[in-house]
């Protein structure tokens, strides 16, 4: 079951309850992050925000970083196309 809070605004945060996960979304970007609790999931994103708002360091080498996450770069989809919710 989900419930989301009733906010008219488009600036605030909205959060979502399903199975045990909160989601807090920022209303006037669209960034979302989900967390255990209310609180674990302002703080991720807080961290999400400061990303999509350019924080955080650059990646050098694309390939080199996926690599260190165990990740095959020539395995990806080439698929750029954006998400649906972008």
Same mark, same amino acid.
């Given at each position: 079951?989900?419930?989301?809070?009733? +906010?008219?605004?488009?600036?605030? &945060?909205?959060?979502?309850? @399903?199975?045990?996960? &909160?989601? /807090?979304?920022?209303?006037?970007?669209g960034v979302a992050a989900s967390g255990d609790s209310k609180a674990a999931? $302002? /703080?991720? *994103?807080?961290? /999400? $925000? $400061? *990303?999509? @708002?350019?924080g955080g360091e650059p990646i050098e080498d694309p390939d080199a970083f996926?690599?260190? *996450? +165990?990740? @095959? !770069?020539?395995?990806?989809? @080439? +698929?750029?196309?954006? !998400?649906?919710? $972008?």
């Amino acid at each position: 079951m989900s419930a989301t809070t009733d +906010d008219a605004t488009d600036t605030g &945060v909205e959060f979502t309850y @399903e199975n045990g996960l &909160v989601t /807090a979304r920022d209303l006037e970007t669209g960034v979302a992050a989900s967390g255990d609790s209310k609180a674990a999931a $302002l /703080a991720m *994103l807080a961290d /999400a $925000l $400061l *990303l999509h @708002e350019g924080g955080g360091e650059p990646i050098e080498d694309p390939d080199a970083f996926l690599r260190e *996450l +165990d990740i @095959e !770069p020539s395995e990806l989809d @080439e +698929d750029e196309t954006p !998400p649906p919710w $972008l």
